[in-house]
């Protein structure tokens, strides 16, 4: 069978798995809603506890901007895990990564086996990615801080639905409005910031040297070199009838816009500091729909 490219952007990682054996989406999907709780770290990301071969329970970042899951060089020392030739990783700027197949994958909202997993140096244990929930509704409810997996179907009473297109088979692009201008945003809670690219910044009439722009720390994807950003507050986010008011957005050339193929026109990856700001979001996959409720602050 050839070799399949995929698409990661957890953290902003920018990598492409290619697997000896195409490793496909879960079939089907749940027959009942089931819920876990949700963890929030030092860096406001939110975690949920995965079992591996019967090891743990781990603590992994969930990461909807991630069809695979990712493991910490760490945790899969602790695995004792070794890259077995089945999969293999190549980083966005060249460089080899490793790539594992973990026999059980669990936790209460999936069993998945012999699942490929990407093995990178990341301060969390592990990285939850979406292939597990393809065939249903994932909800992240930010306020009681529990994470659903269930049934497709339409939106709960008081959610407010934005039909979306899907790059690769897990990142859901919609389209926002920020400050007037027309965008279209990855919904990745795996990204810390909100970050704009260079289109974006054009179509707002932002200048490279504007003195309303910050100069920020890099931002790397780690993955490749560090990527000059730069810092501002706008009006208001819209995705539908959501606005998120005052949100603090980064400008960068992030590789991972052309990966996605959002270089066209302005885009943003829409990161966990605004999605977090909602009561609760899901995301329906065979619906390729988000649903929002309201937000909080």
């Known amino acids: 069978m050839p070799n399949q490219k995929l698409n990661l952007t957890p953290f902003f990682l920018v990598l492409t798995l290619l697997a000896s054996q195409a490793a496909p989406a879960a079939d089907g999907g749940p027959v009942a809603t089931a819920s876990i709780p949700l963890r929030i770290d030092r860096f406001d990301y939110y975690k949920a506890e995965v079992m591996l071969d019967g090891k743990g329970p781990f603590r992994f970042m969930v990461d909807t901007g991630s ?8 945790t899969a020392a602790l ?14 700027d060249g460089n080899p ?20 997993m990407i093995v990178f140096p990341i301060y969390a244990q592990g990285v939850m990615g979406m292939r ?6 994932i909800e992240l409810d930010f306020f009681r801080k529990r994470m659903a997996f269930g049934p497709s179907g339409p939106a709960p009473a008081g ?3 934005v039909k979306g297109t899907l790059g690769g088979t897990t990142s859901l692009i919609v389209d926002v409005i920020v400050d007037g201008v027309r965008a279209k945003a990855l919904i990745d809670t795996g990204a810390r910031y909100t970050i704009g690219n260079p289109a974006l910044q054009a179509a707002m009439g932002f200048a490279p040297d504007d003195k309303r722009l910050r ?7 780690m993955s490749v070199r560090p990527t ?3 810092k501002t507050r706008l009006g208001q986010l819209a995705i539908g009838d959501a606005v998120f008011p005052a949100p603090e957005v980064r400008f960068a050339d992030m590789r991972a816009f052309g ?39």
């Open 132 to 137: 597990a929930f393809v065939g249903g509704r």
């Open 97 to 116: 990564a490793n790539g594992v197949l973990v026999e059980d994958y669990r936790s209460d909202l999936f069993d998945l086996h012999d699942e490929p």
């Open 215 to 221: 100069r920020e720390d890099p931002i790397s994807d």
């Open 159 to 161: 959610y407010m639905t």
């Open 67 to 74: 069809a695979y899951s990712v493991l910490s060089t760490l």
């Open 79 to 92: 695995m004792r895990l070794r890259p077995d030739g089945s999969v293999s990783v190549q980083s966005a």
């Open 228 to 230: 000059p950003a730069w």
């Open 259 to 297: 990966r996605l193929g959002l270089n066209d026109g302005p885009a943003l990856i829409l990161g966990i500091d605004q999605l977090s700001r909602l009561k609760a979001m899901a995301i329906d996959y065979p619906r390729v729909e988000l649903q929002l409720l309201q937000i909080q602050r």
